[in-house]
């Protein structure tokens, strides 16, 4: 019994126990009947048929009763058996069932969301099942602007190796590059006997597949454009052929017009966010039109906006040209200075003409390149971002922004952003540049309305004295009783006073037409040695302190030019060298003939010249004003005479000067061409 | 040629007049001589007038002698100069030669 199956045990006791109940209703039955019925008389010899008769019909119905048994115990297996078989189909249907769901499940999933992340959770899930449990895998998404794979997704034994990681185009191995970026072909490559070099290779270049044993790349591709990649990574040789990687390759292709759309939206999103950060920065740009508080309100918004440490707009029309015009630094950073040049970032960008962003400057080939120029005017610079600012086609500055405190991964929307207010800064550029010449022209009329005040307290102090002697002489003679010698001599000096009145006018008139170019040269052949000796034997008498030594070069010949002009300028440097070296001093007056030029040169040992005024005092009213010069007599108008008269032979004229030694004075006239020069000069 | 107008001027008064060529001279000058009272140009090669000025108020025999300013600018700012030198008048040219002797008659009075 205890071999046969429970069921056959349950059957056999059951149908025992039937045939027992039913043996002994029978034999009651038929017992009590042939009672009832008087048979039973005779009981001892009808007792032994009786119960063989009842031994052989217990006997028939336990067969009976054990064959129900067998057959009820037969059915019941083959029906136990058609239950399993039922249900083991049902599981294969399930898991088939379970791999469509994970299909449908992906479709449903990334048609929903847009957010890449989820999409990429998603994926990794879906395909995950497909692979051998101990392959990696990531979703790199391809971002344009970054230039760079950012990692959306990763699963496996090697997720911390793979996850938030970015991969520029050079991070990545040369092989993916070519066969994955540029060709968009499937890569799978295993560690083994064939292709043991180029497994070598591969794992050089990316680390995460240290110990690894095969690799597949499949480029993610929707509408023509490269949107990613799946990366996986198997820890057996055969765990990445063709056969296996089929279901993550169609799942991909599947996903990738997801990734694709969710990228379109984020950039749509990321537009649109970003229009409205310029707009509010536009607005308040156009608010205002002075160009620095426009720099301030863009660029040191966006700075704050971006989280940087410094902000820096350069301005020039070279890479080499760039130079620091506005900066911002965030608290504790210490500031470039304006006017530094050679800021890095921002002439790699300018020289590329487009944004240029460095993560780590301390990891980047192209600034630690020992080749690379070392001049980082930036010497705490870790990350940076730069923009060049073109103004009609030209280049007119960079915008940078830079990080001291961390490493930083730009993002596409951070550059969007800096390229989209280096737009804004166009119009703050092109402003800056008027509105310098507008403040450079006001500081200029500024400068030329307080040199007119000036001209007029000189010139009128220069009058005044005149007229002091014309009203004093003449108040004497008309009052007073003189002598006829007296009256003589009253009225001569009141002559000289007069002329020399007559004289200061004529000067200035004078600077008044040769500015105004209505002045006429009376051009005569001339000899220059004999002007500058007559100039200098005019002087002497006037200068008893200033011995006058005269150098002439007798090459120097004739040249044409206009005579009374000539011995003005001479007159007037002969008289600044005298009036401006009141300790007296030799002076001394040099000709030399310098191919077609004549070079005269008038030296004295005064008080000299400020470098800063060497310019200056040959334009009108430019005298040096000092406490020195305050009693020096003049109208401020002899070298604007002396410079104006030189131009127009076609000349020039120039100052060298030495502070406290004296100063020497430069003239050149052309000899042969002085014609055609002065008609040049004077049209 | 004021040096010339202003000695003909006072000739015809009571008055002794010393007359020096630039500040340095007069400030020589103005030691030996002692005068009542000293009309001086500002603008003057070597040491101007404000220079003379100084250096009287540094020299004490000298300090005390009133210093008249003849300039010839009409601007407040000079002026003004003239007084912070401790000028004691100012002779704006051009002026008349009955002014420059009122004025010279001023430091007479007692």
Redesign the interface.
């Known amino acids: 019994m205890r071999k046969l199956p429970r069921s056959l045990r349950f059957y056999v006791a059951a149908s025992t126990l039937y045939a027992a109940v039913v043996f002994f209703a029978v034999q009651f039955i038929y017992t009590f009947q042939l009672t009832q019925s008087g048979l039973l008389v005779a009981q001892r010899d009808s007792g032994d048929v009786l119960s063989s008769i009842q031994t052989v019909s217990f006997i028939v119905w336990l067969g009976i009763s054990l064959i129900a048994a067998a057959v009820m115990h037969r059915l019941a297996t083959a029906l136990a058996g058609a239950r399993s078989a039922e249900g083991e189909a049902r599981i294969a249907e399930e898991q088939k069932e379970q791999e469509l769901g994970s299909i449908f499940g992906l479709s449903a999933a990334i048609a929903g969301p847009l957010d890449l992340d989820q999409i990429g959770a998603y994926f990794v899930a879906a395909i995950r099942g497909a692979l051998p449990a101990d392959t990696s895998l990531a979703l790199i998404v391809y971002d344009d602007v970054l230039e760079a794979f950012r990692t959306v997704a990763a699963d496996g034994p090697r997720t911390a190796a793979l996850r938030e990681k970015n991969y520029s185009a050079a991070d990545l191995p040369a092989v993916v590059r070519t066969r994955v970026i540029d060709h968009r072909q499937s890569l799978l490559l295993a560690d083994d006997d064939a292709h043991a070099d180029m497994w070598k290779k591969v794992v050089a270049e990316l680390p995460a597949l240290a110990t690894a044993k095969s690799f597949a790349a499949l480029p993610l591709v929707s509408r023509e454009r490269l949107v990613g990649a799946l990366l996986l990574i198997g820890e057996g040789s055969g765990d990445l052929i063709a056969d296996k990687v089929q279901l993550p390759m169609i799942m991909g292709q599947y996903v990738a017009g997801s990734i694709h759309s969710a990228l379109s939206v984020k950039e749509a999103e990321a537009r649109a966010e970003r229009e409205a950060l310029v707009n509010r920065i536009a607005q308040r740009a156009r608010a205002s039109l002075d160009p620095e508080e426009i720099l301030r309100g863009t660029v040191e918004e966006l700075a704050k906006v971006l989280d940087v440490s410094r902000a820096l707009v350069c301005t020039g029309a070279t890479e080499d040209d760039l130079s620091v015009t506005y900066e911002w630094d965030s608290t504790g950073v210490a500031p470039v200075g304006l006017g530094a040049k050679h800021v890095p970032i921002a002439r790699l960008a300018a020289r590329l003409g487009r944004t240029v962003v460095v993560t780590d400057v301390r990891k980047d080939r192209r600034f630690t390149d020992p080749r690379a120029p070392q001049d980082l005017i930036e010497e705490d610079l870790i990350a940076a971002a730069a923009t060049p600012i073109r103004v009609g086609g030209q280049l007119a500055g960079a915008l940078s922004f830079s990080q001291v405190d961390r490493s930083r991964e730009w993002t596409a929307d951070d550059v969007r952003l800096i390229e989209a207010v280096a737009q804004e800064l166009r119009v703050a550029i092109t402003g800056a540049e008027a509105f310098g010449r507008q403040r450079a022209a006001v500081v200029e009329l500024e400068r030329l309305n307080r040199a007119k005040s000036d001209f007029v307290?000189i010139v009128?102090?220069?009058?005044?004295?005149?007229?002091?002697?014309?009203?004093?002489?003449s108040?004497?003679m008309a009052?007073?009783d003189l002598t006829p010698d007296e009256m003589r001599e009253?009225a001569g000096?009141i002559n000289?006073?007069a002329h020399r009145l007559n004289r200061m006018i004529t000067e200035m008139l004078d600077l008044d037409k040769m500015e105004s170019g209505r002045m006429q040269l009376n051009r005569e052949r001339l000899d220059l040695n004999a002007i500058v000796s007559d100039a200098v034997d005019r002087v002497r008498p006037n200068a008893p302190h200033h011995p006058v030594a005269l150098r002439l070069d007798p090459l120097v010949g004739e040249m044409n030019g206009d005579r009374d002009k000539l011995t003005q300028v001479m007159a007037n440097l002969l008289s600044n060298a005298v009036k401006y070296s009141?300790n007296g001093g030799e002076i001394v007056v040099s000709t030399r003939a310098e191919g077609g030029a004549a070079h005269v040169a008038v030296r004295d040992h005064g008080m000299g010249i400020p470098e800063a005024a060497l310019e200056t005092i040959f334009e009108r009213y430019g005298r040096v004003e000092s406490h020195a010069t305050?009693?020096?007599?003049g109208t401020g108008l002899g070298l604007p005479i002396v410079r104006q008269i030189v131009h127009l032979h076609g000349g020039t004229v120039w100052a060298e000067s030495n502070v406290g030694k004296g100063s020497v004075f430069h003239v050149t006239l052309p000899r042969a061409a002085a014609g055609t020069a002065v008609a040049e000069a004077a049209s | 040629m004021i040096r010339k107008l202003v000695q003909t001027a006072l000739r015809s008064t009571s008055h002794e007049v010393h007359i020096a060529e630039d500040g340095r001279r007069c400030l020589a000058l103005i030691g030996e001589v002692r005068p009542d009272v000293v009309f001086s140009d500002v603008m003057m090669p070597g040491m101007d007038g404000f220079d003379l000025a100084d250096a009287m108020h540094a020299t004490p025999g000298l300090a005390h002698i009133p210093i008249v300013f003849m300039t010839a600018s009409v601007q407040r700012e000079q002026i003004e100069e003239c007084f912070r030198h401790g000028a004691a008048g100012h002779l704006a040219k051009p002026f008349t030669m009955s002014e420059l002797r009122a004025r010279v008659a001023q430091f007479f009075k007692s």
């Not at chain 1, 305050?630 to 007599?633: A, E, K, L, S």
């Open positions: 307290s009128s102090h220069e009058f005044r004295t005149p007229l002091t002697g014309i009203q004093g002489f108040e004497m009052s007073e009253y000096d000289k006073d009141p305050r009693h020096i007599q």
